[in-house]
């Protein structure tokens, strides 16, 4: 939670994160993994038709305090991508979304495999999955450790999970090439168990920075790495 609230105040970081995936998203959209609703707020201003939901209760209580009147916002439920009777409890959700996107989310599922081919079924023919998480095993660290995260991924793993559940990439992307250095330094140098306020504040102050570094790398490495299949 602290984490969650540290990259709340990062407000142009979340923006910078949602433009990144906001051109493959379209129609009617799930967020798996609202969390607080860092990335929710861009997606409701935006006009948005939404869906929000989380696994854990009370987060969801407090997107439905955070969000009490957004005409856009369809629902908040409590979703478990990997219920063991995901057809039957989730009947009247599949084959409903447009678009399912998950940032920073599957690296918490141990069956990552499986909580994609859960997603595929949430989504029309023709819609979007976007997924993010986060990038290169060896800058495993401390602050994964704390996040319970299982893993980290490159294009290839994460593509890999999409065709075993055929899901043909339509766009792949690594996102955040100086967050690298913080997180190593911070996560590795540091040991730091949570992002400190401070350091995201300097980030968030230097995105439009680092976005015009992300370009001169031609997305091509990054902290986190992003698929978009398509059902």
Excluded at 207 to 213: A, C, D, H, S, T
Aim: net charge neutral; hydrophobic share 45%.
């Amino acid at each position: 939670m602290a984490t969650l609230h540290a990259i709340e105040e990062a407000k142009a970081f979340n923006n910078w994160m949602y433009q990144t995936i906001k051109p493959y998203c379209k129609g009617n959209v799930l967020e798996v993994g609202s969390g607080i609703g860092n990335i929710s707020e861009c997606f409701l201003a935006d006009g948005f038709d939404i869906t929000l939901s989380d696994i854990r209760e009370n987060y969801c209580e407090a997107l439905k305090n955070k969000f009490p009147k957004q005409a856009n916002l369809k629902d908040i439920i409590v979703l478990d991508l990997v219920a063991p009777n995901f057809e039957q409890q989730y009947a009247h959700l599949l084959g409903s979304f447009d678009t399912v996107f998950a940032l920073n989310v599957v690296e918490h599922i141990f069956d990552d495999a499986l909580a994609i081919a859960n997603c595929r079924k949430l989504l029309r023919t023709g819609g979007n999955l976007v997924i993010l998480v986060p990038a290169y095993q060896f800058l495993y660290n401390r602050f994964d450790e704390e996040l319970d995260h299982y893993r980290r991924y490159t294009q290839k793993t994460l593509n890999s999970v999409f065709s075993k559940n055929q899901l043909p990439i339509i766009h792949q992307q690594y996102f955040n090439f100086m967050g690298m250095f913080g997180w190593f330094v911070s996560g590795k140098l540091q040991h730091h168990k949570t992002i400190p306020p401070g350091q995201m504040a300097l980030y968030n102050y230097l995105v439009p920075i680092f976005k015009v570094i992300d370009k001169l790398v031609f997305n091509k490495v990054g902290l986190s790495v992003i698929a978009v299949g398509q059902k």
